[in-house]
């Protein structure tokens, strides 16, 4: 199919519905730095997930593993969140949470065209499943992200004992030994450097 084709048989008003549900996670602030931090200007789920798809993009390139694949399931991780906005975990059963975000998400993918929808439906389902390397370093680096942002509101005077419980420490053997190294050592030179 040509390039000409394609473009005539876009539902441009969908896409264009599509890219607000992207743009609204710029509104949407982090639950857990309000709620448990009392942080004033806390990021936003668009902030949480750029920076955690640099990180993605890094970590995948080094390790040689599916960049873009990864990189489509970070930018897609939250997206339901645009809907149903952040929960923190324990507000709502983690069950109730993959119901509401699924819903969502096929939604939100709705209004792309088929075989994109497809695919990115199948990346969203590898997430939730997390059975596959590309889908358990995604899940890593949400955490490891977070560790990361909680050390930056403690260099900015945030209290370090409650901030503690933000901190991620990587020890899931299922993982490999290559993907740990590579976050334990990540973070620790990240947390060395802001103290």
């Known amino acids: 199919m040509t390039t000409a084709i394609v473009l005539s048989s876009l539902n441009y008003r969908l896409l264009a519905n599509f890219f607000n549900f992207v743009m609204e996670l710029k509104t949407i602030r982090r639950s857990g730095w309000i709620n448990k931090v009392k942080i004033k200007n806390p990021e936003s789920v668009a902030d949480h997930t750029y920076v955690m798809s640099a990180m993605v993009m890094i970590f995948c390139d080094i390790l ?11 930018i897609l991780h939250d997206l339901g969140e645009s809907i149903i906005g952040d929960y923190e975990p324990n507000v709502i059963s983690s069950n109730e949470k993959r119901i509401k975000e699924t819903e969502a998400i096929d939604h939100i993918l709705d209004h792309l065209p088929p075989q ?80």
């Not at 040689?64 to 970070?74: D, L, N, S």
């Not at 992200?145 to 260099?155: I, N, P, R």
Request: proline fraction near 2%; glycine fraction near 4%; aromatic fraction near 14%.
């Open 64 to 74: 040689g593993m599916k960049t873009e694949r990864a990189m489509k399931m970070a």
């Open 116 to 195: 994109i929808r497809k695919e990115y439906a199948d990346i969203w389902k590898e997430y939730l499943e997390n059975e596959t390397g590309t889908s358990r370093l995604v899940h890593n680096v949400d955490r490891f992200e977070m560790a990361f942002q909680a050390k930056m509101y403690e260099s900015q005077g945030y209290p370090s004992n409650i901030l503690r419980q933000f901190y991620y420490y990587p020890n899931d053997e299922k993982d490999g030994n290559d993907v740990i190294q590579l976050l334990k050592h990540t973070r620790d030179a990240f947390f060395q450097s802001k103290c």
